[in-house]
C-alpha cells in the first residue's frame, strides 16, 4: 500500500518465531538457559501514551500462557537477568572446577607434583587457583548469539544487542548457535512431524 495511515507490516525474524513462536510480539529479546533448556521471553513495555495509540502492554501470564514459555518478563528486566544466569552458572562451573582439583590433588594434599599438574591439566584447572581463573576453557558459562548467514536471502541474522552486553565480551560466542539452529530447523524428529 501506499497510504501513509497504516502501520508497516511487522514479521518476526524466523529464527526466533522457530524458538520462541513470538509472531505477534516486536521488538523481543529471547533466552534460552543451557543446559535446562528454560525458555524466557523479554516483551517491552509502554506507557498511557502509547497505550492510547498501540493498545495495552502485553500481559505476561498471557504471552506466556499463549507460547508456552516458562517465564516472560519485561524489557527492562534483561540485563538483571543475564547478570543473574551469568553469575549463578559461573559459580556452579568454579564450583566444579574446584571440586575436580580437589579430587585431583587429593585429600590431604600428598602425592607427585608432576603427577598432579598433568592431572589437573586433564582436569581442565592447569593447576591455577580455580577461583581466580578468568578462562573460559573447559565449560565456562557462555552466551551463545545467532549471527550467521542465510543462504536462502543472503542476508545475516545479527547477534541481539542490550545496553550491558559489552561486559560479557569475553563470554559471547557468536559462531555455535546459528549452525545448530539452522540444523535443527532442518532435521525433525518424529514428534515434530506429526504437526
Same mark, same amino acid.
Request: aromatic share 10%; with cysteine; hydrophobic share 35%.
Given at each position: 500500500?501506499?497510504?501513509?495511515?497504516?502501520? *508497516?507490516?511487522?514479521?518476526?525474524? #524466523?529464527?526466533?518465531?522457530?524458538?520462541?513462536?513470538? #509472531?505477534?510480539?516486536?521488538?523481543?529479546?529471547?533466552?534460552?538457559?543451557?543446559?535446562?533448556?528454560?525458555?524466557?521471553?523479554?516483551? *517491552?513495555?509502554?506507557?498511557?501514551?502509547?497505550?492510547t495509540v498501540c493498545g495495552p502492554s502485553p500481559e505476561f501470564e498471557r504471552v506466556k500462557?499463549?507460547?508456552?514459555?516458562?517465564?516472560?518478563?519485561?524489557?527492562?528486566?534483561?540485563?538483571?537477568?543475564?547478570?543473574?544466569?551469568?553469575?549463578?552458572?559461573?559459580?556452579?562451573?568454579?564450583?566444579?572446577?574446584?571440586?575436580?582439583?580437589?579430587?585431583?590433588e587429593g585429600e590431604d594434599g600428598s602425592g607427585n607434583l608432576e603427577e598432579k599438574k598433568e592431572?589437573?591439566?586433564?582436569?581442565?584447572?592447569?593447576?591455577?587457583?580455580?577461583?581466580? #581463573?578468568? #578462562?573460559?576453557?573447559g565449560g565456562a558459562p557462555k552466551i551463545y548469539l545467532l549471527k550467521g548467514l542465510n543462504t536462502d536471502s543472503g542476508n545475516f541474522a545479527t547477534p541481539a544487542y542490550y545496553k550491558g552486553i559489552e561486559d560479557f565480551a569475553t563470554m559471547r560466542d557468536e559462531s555455535a548457535l546459528f549452525p545448530c539452529i539452522a540444523e535443527c530447523r532442518v532435521i525433525k524428529v518424529r514428534r515434530l512431524l506429526s504437526f
Open positions: 500500500r501506499h497510504d501513509t495511515d497504516h502501520e *508497516p507490516v511487522f514479521r518476526q525474524e #524466523s529464527y526466533f518465531h522457530y524458538l520462541f513462536g513470538a #509472531s505477534l510480539y516486536s521488538d523481543c529479546y529471547g533466552v534460552i538457559t543451557l543446559p535446562e533448556g528454560k525458555t524466557t521471553l523479554f516483551v *517491552p513495555t509502554w506507557g498511557v501514551d502509547t497505550e500462557a499463549e507460547l508456552g514459555l516458562d517465564e516472560v518478563l519485561g524489557v527492562g528486566d534483561l540485563k538483571g537477568f543475564v547478570e543473574g544466569e551469568m553469575g549463578r552458572m559461573r559459580e556452579e562451573w568454579l564450583a566444579e572446577r574446584k571440586t575436580k582439583l580437589m579430587e585431583v592431572n589437573a591439566a586433564i582436569a581442565g584447572t592447569n593447576g591455577e587457583n580455580v577461583a581466580n #581463573s578468568a #578462562s573460559n576453557d
